[in-house]
């Protein structure tokens, strides 16, 4: 989470949407940088209007603007995929060794499986009620985010290239894939409500 004192602005850290090259990137422009432990880092917005948000306001008189990028559904959850198969190579347990993109997609849609992944979802992260992130842009857009940035800003931005995941198999069979969409409604009916 990157805050922006004098222009009012509040970076919402969504995990698996670049969040780490954005906050390398601007961290020397921020007034506040959140960046350990991951759960200050990835506070979404039920956290910022429950602790963050009215402190701000109370310190400022005014609001804050919450800003986040958010990645297509299916693309995100592939994100986590790659993450843990990378992280899963310094980990002497190796719990991803051999488990392919379909059957990690099946633990996520299981009841549980989100907590048992240690993943939840962008909806929940970006939206809480009627109190949503106020600005989302689409990761597949990231161009329009920056350009968003460096007018808010006054400055021009360039993302470094980090953590870049290892390529491999992430399609799943058509059952498997509307079973995932059928799981990720909530998140699908927020990406797709997002302007361009």
Not at 135 to 159: G, S, V
Request: aromatic share 10%; glycine share 6%; hydrophobic share 40%.
């Amino acid at each position: 989470m990157l805050i922006f004192w004098e222009k009012r602005l509040v970076f919402l850290a969504t995990p698996k949407t670049g969040s780490t090259a954005i906050e390398m990137a601007l961290e020397p422009l921020a007034s506040v940088s959140l960046q350990r432990p991951e759960a200050l880092k990835h506070t979404g917005i039920a956290g910022y209007h429950r602790h963050l948000g009215p402190w701000l306001t109370e310190q400022t008189g005014e609001a804050f603007t919450t800003v986040a990028l958010m990645r297509e559904p299916l693309d995100w959850l592939r994100s986590w995929y790659r993450f843990k198969l990378r992280d899963d190579s310094e980990d002497p347990a190796h719990p991803m060794r051999g488990v392919s993109f379909a059957d990690f997609a099946r633990r996520y849609v299981a009841p549980g499986g989100r907590a048992a992944l240690g993943i939840g979802s962008q909806a929940e992260f970006l939206a809480d009620g009627q109190k949503r992130t106020d600005r989302i842009f689409r990761y597949e857009r990231i161009d329009a985010f920056i350009d968003f940035l460096e007018t808010r800003l006054d400055c021009m931005i360039e993302l470094p290239r980090i953590n870049v995941p290892p390529s491999v198999d992430v399609r799943l069979t058509p059952e498997d894939e509307a079973s995932l969409r059928d799981a990720m409604a909530e998140d699908l009916a927020l990406y797709n409500s997002l302007r361009d």
